[in-house]
């Protein structure tokens, strides 16, 4: 019911309020991830909500403004909601941690904005777990980074991932094989993203390119063998090595760190304008249209910002489409339900009950009690309803012998022990 004339407050478009059990695998999910990175070697950050609007258009252009939430605040300055943490991190980190020893591993879990237009798995506010390694650009810092995304994914439980993982620099070797000017690339790469090979096929003939030179160009871009593409770009020095260079990394992906679910594929773009080399992407087929988990790979921000140049990598995990995905695997998650809900029979025992609820409270036990007095068959109903896991009754002939009753709610099992037993109990 509402009052006549007031307002009713709606939830900014793409954005969510959490329930306390939405909250509740939030906090697995989020608990699970920081201890997968840390078990890396990674150390958690933390940056500003909100940047200079230029340290995300110094590298994107001013393209880019369109797709984040910037504003002017009071002072004239030009801000804007951060949509990613990987320019926020390279500022970070050439402000004040350039002589920290290298390899540096960092990771973050926090929110980004984006002017996106939201649907299922996409959203305006959302949330990336993240890292990025600095200073170590081996085929096994590679391999540990793509690894890790996958075992942080695996670890929360899921189980339907599939890893994806390319290479820019011999994506744009293989352009260059077709002479393809710059502008027309810009145009194909949406189409690439997408897997939309046909009209790629359809563009490039526009663009008066020979049908077999492009279905050749398409044979390789859809292929995972790296002869193939080896023989592509074979007048490439420098792309050559890097695909050889690739090959090592899913040699040790597959062979060191044990991941079945990887295969390579050139067709990988990325979205984000700082990428270089070596790029990768892990998919919940289930998810349907938003299905992207995770994406990354390395990149050049420092020098851009000021900093001495070092090899950069990292990636980002969809925090929300994460748990989307475990909900769609009917994932069980971990309750943190109430360990005991504490009643008493009239007020008379409420001492006796704020007491008993405060000892357990003290050995980081989950503890409530009725503090309506609203008697024992309500309370029951209550302790029921929010799934406590057991109850105490307080009742006046069992405190005469320092003793109360203790219930199980799953098997109804029911008993009287003495208070000072309770803890054992738990
Ligand atoms: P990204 O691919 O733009 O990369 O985002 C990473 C992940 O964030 C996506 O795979 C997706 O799961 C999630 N995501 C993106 N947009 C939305 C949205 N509107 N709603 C819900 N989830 C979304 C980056 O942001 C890079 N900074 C990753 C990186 C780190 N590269 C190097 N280091």
């Given at each position: 019911?509402?009052l ?5 407050y ?10 306390s059990?939405?909250?509740?695998k ?7 991830m920081?201890?997968?990175?840390q ?9 500003p909500?909100?940047e ?9 252009g ?8 910037n ?14 943490l ?8 050439v402000e004040?941690l ?5 390899p540096?591993?960092l990771?973050y ?7 996106d237009r ?6 305006r506010?959302?949330?990336q777990a993240?890292c ?13 980074l793509i690894?890790?995304?996958y075992?942080v ?6 189980k339907?991932?599939q890893l994806n ?7 744009s070797a ?5 002479k ?10 949406p189409l690439?993203?997408?897997s939309q090979f046909?009209d790629v096929l ?11 030179i ?6 390789t871009l859809?292929?995972?063998?790296i002869?193939k593409i080896?023989?592509y ?5 420098s792309a ?12 040790l992906?597959?062979k060191?760190?044990?991941i ?10 990325r ?7 070596v790029?990768f992407?892990i998919e ?9 988990l995770?994406?990354g790979?390395a990149?050049e ?9 070092s090899?950069?990598a990292g ?7 994460t748990i989307?995905?475990?909900e ?5 998650f971990?309750?943190l339900d ?7 029979f009239?007020?008379e025992m ?6 008993i ?6 050995q ?12 024992i068959?309500?309370?029951m109903?209550?302790?029921?309803s929010i ?5 105490i009754?307080i009742g ?8 109360v009753?203790?219930k199980?709610?799953?098997s ?15």
């Open positions: 019911m509402f006549y004339n007031a307002t009713v709606q939830i900014p478009r793409g954005t969510r309020d959490f329930t059990e939405e909250m509740q939030r906090k697995y999910v989020e608990n699970s920081k201890t997968t990175f078990t890396f070697g990674y150390r958690e950050i933390q940056t909500m909100f200079t609007l230029e340290l995300f258009t110094a590298k994107s001013e393209g880019i403004i369109e797709e984040i939430y504003f002017t605040d009071k002072g004239g300055r030009e801000l804007a909601l951060r949509p990613e990987t320019a926020p991190v390279m500022r970070m980190y004040k350039q002589m920290e020893p290298k540096l591993k990771f879990l926090g929110s980004c904005f984006r002017y939201p649907q299922k798995g996409r959203y506010e959302f949330t993240g990025e390694i600095i200073g170590a650009d081996t085929p096994e810092a590679y391999a540990e690894a890790m995304a075992t994914l695996e670890n929360v439980g899921l339907n991932i993982v390319g290479n820019l620099n011999v994506l293989m352009f260059n094989v077709l393809l000017p710059k502008d027309k690339q810009k145009y194909m790469i690439i993203d997408k046909e359809e563009a490039l003939q526009d663009f008066g390119i020979n049908p077999k492009a279905s050749s160009f398409l044979e859809e292929t995972s063998d002869n080896l023989e770009i074979k007048n490439d020095k050559k090595e890097e695909l050889i260079k690739l090959e090592k990394i899913l040699e992906l597959k060191s760190f044990g079945k679910n990887v295969q390579l594929k050139m067709s990988i773009v979205g984000l304008d700082y990428y270089k080399g790029v992407e919940a087929p289930e998810l349907g249209a938003e299905k992207q995770c994406g790979g990149y921000l420092i020098e851009l910002f000021g900093g001495r140049d090899p950069t990636f980002a995990i969809g925090f929300d489409r989307l995905a475990l769609t695997e009917k994932y069980a971990p309750t109430l360990d005991v809900f504490v009643i008493l009239n007020e409420m001492n006796k009950a704020i007491e609820t405060q000892e357990l409270r003290k980081n036990i989950k503890t409530d009690l009725d503090l309506l007095n609203r008697g068959g309500k309370s109903k209550y302790a029921n799934n406590a896991k057991k109850v009754i006046p002939d069992e405190l005469e012998k320092d003793s009753t203790i199980d709610m799953e109804g099992e029911q008993k009287v022990i003495k208070i000072k037993n309770i803890l054992k109990e738990f």
